[in-house]
């Protein structure tokens, strides 16, 4: 949730441009598939929310504002996500590898938690770029 949260809030007139990298962990999309009441309150491994929240994504359109968003992208999934199929995690991929950004897909690995080790590479690579991003 906070992946798709973050390509949307990119789009944002305020922000346009202003921001030189994300790193998104399993952004969840939503095309489409939920059918919720936007009241109705859902539960993902301990974290709650409301439907409204992916039928506003939804009209956000997350692929719009990631195709539109300027900067550097790391982008990480799980192979066995269980919460974002495979085919919208590769509509996310496609995106990110057109515009030559990073894109990884942690190896028989979950939505999270992922294990320990894996994480740790993550977030040096993660730390490269932000590091990158600040110093052009």
Known sequence: ??????VIATSRPELKDKI?????????VNEGDFNGNSEE???EAGQKYKGKFWLEAREADFFR???????????VYGENDRFISKELRDRVLVIVKEK????????????S????DLVQKVYKEELDILK???EE
């Open 65 to 75: 504002c990631l195709g539109d968003y300027t900067g550097k992208i790391h982008l």
């Open 20 to 28: 030189p990298c994300i790193l998104l962990w399993v952004p969840g």
């Open 41 to 43: 309150i859902f539960e």
């Open 1 to 6: 949730m906070g992946g798709a949260a973050t």
């Open 132 to 134: 990158s991003s600040f």
């Open 100 to 111: 030559g950004q990073q894109a990884k897909i942690l190896k028989g690995q979950d939505h």
């Open 113 to 116: 938690p992922w294990e320990y």
